[in-house]
């Protein structure tokens, strides 16, 4: 089961959000994974937030796969509200029945997230374009 939500960021980029959800053994219990993808104003597909040209992508490489998949939700740009929505948004799209666990201990490490902040210089150069 699949759930992709886009957000459109005011650095002109869009954030895709891919939960898939894998149903346990037990009937009414499903385990959720997410993948994060970013897509830029002149591209035009999504990709993952840290490449081979990222400067983190080695610290990216040498991390298990919960913390890797952390890291390229902070460099996503996406904001704690935003996420919040998209899983209150995949919980009601799973129905009231199921007992869903989320793969990354996503509230422990929500605390930080703030999303991409712009200053009044950033926001004059992106009116600027």
């Not at 400067?55 to 704690?80: T, V």
């Not at 509200?81 to 948004?89: G, H, I, P, R, T």
């Amino acid at each position: 089961m699949f759930y992709e939500k886009i957000y459109s960021l005011t650095v002109d980029r869009e954030v895709k959000i891919i939960l898939w959800a894998t149903p346990l053994k037990r009937h009414k219990e499903i385990f959720v994974n997410f993948e994060f993808l970013i897509k830029d104003s002149e591209e035009n597909y999504f990709h993952a937030p840290i490449g081979p040209d990222h400067p983190k992508y080695w610290k990216l490489k040498n991390l298990d796969s919960e913390k890797a998949q952390l890291l390229q939700m902070e460099y996503c740009g996406i904001s704690r509200k935003q996420l919040y929505a998209a899983m209150k948004e995949f919980d009601a799209f799973v129905g009231t029945g199921f007992n869903v666990t989320y793969n990354v201990k996503i509230q422990e490490r929500i605390k930080s997230l703030k999303g991409i902040r712009l200053t009044q210089l950033s926001k004059v150069m992106i009116n600027a374009r």
